[in-house]
């Protein structure tokens, strides 16, 4: 079955190449699945409603026929969840994978990312939704299960040493994401060791 799906980068992200969610596009686009992944407008400055406003675009692109599969990295994690708590159009999604999102006090403390704290939580999310995070995140220090996982019911994977799954921790690769996205049950791991 051919699937669609939504991938959103965070803060200062200019969707480099070698980052998993680049290699992540490249790879389901050679599997055949249709795969939007937006650079969302200025990234090192983002404001809130913009952001909202392209993802609605977004959303509203995807064939409601097809299975829809949004991915969100970081600050699009809070994204998606000001989405929800706002009840956009489109939200209507088969699954979610939100992975590392920033605590509520590094969004206060950020004067660039302010505009997006403190995150909702909304009482419901649309679809079955999955939350990874790594064990030792410099941007939630105060876990993600708790931040986020927990208020929000969201079944929780920690990664030990993943980081802020990002390129400085070495996530250009990340297999398991892929696995993933090709089937649901896969169990999401680490990276392999280089």
Same mark, same amino acid.
């Given at each position: 079955?051919?699937?669609?799906?939504?991938?959103l980068h965070g803060f200062q992200n200019h969707r480099p190449a070698g980052h998993w969610q680049?290699?992540?596009?490249?790879?389901?686009?050679? +599997?055949?699945?249709?795969v939007a992944h937006p650079q969302l407008p200025d990234p090192d400055q983002p404001e809130l409603d913009v952001w909202l406003g392209e993802l609605t675009a977004h959303l509203r692109a995807l064939d409601p026929a097809a299975e829809r599969v949004v991915l969100a990295h970081s600050l699009s994690v809070?994204?998606?969840?000001?989405?929800?708590?706002?009840?956009?159009?489109?939200?209507?999604v088969d699954r979610v994978l939100l992975v590392a999102p920033?605590?509520?006090?590094? +969004?206060?403390?950020?004067p660039e990312i302010a505009g997006f704290a403190p995150p909702?939580?909304?009482?419901?999310?649309?679809?079955?939704? +999955?939350?990874?995070?790594?064990d030792d995140d410099p941007y939630c220090s105060e876990g993600a299960k708790a931040a986020y996982g927990d208020p929000l019911g969201i079944p929780t994977v920690i990664l030990p040493g993943a980081a802020h799954l990002d390129l400085d921790a070495g996530y250009g690769e990340w297999p398991s994401v892929l696995d993933w996205c090709?089937?649901?049950?896969?169990? +999401?791991?680490?990276r392999p060791a280089r």
């Open positions: 079955m051919t699937s669609q799906f939504l991938i680049h290699r992540l596009a490249d790879r389901l686009r050679e +599997l055949g699945h249709q809070v994204l998606w969840l000001h989405a929800v708590d706002r009840g956009l159009p489109g939200l209507a920033p605590s509520p006090t590094v +969004l206060a403390g950020i909702p939580r909304p009482s419901a999310l649309p679809g079955p939704t +999955l939350l990874a995070a790594g090709l089937d649901p049950e896969a169990k +999401l791991t680490t």
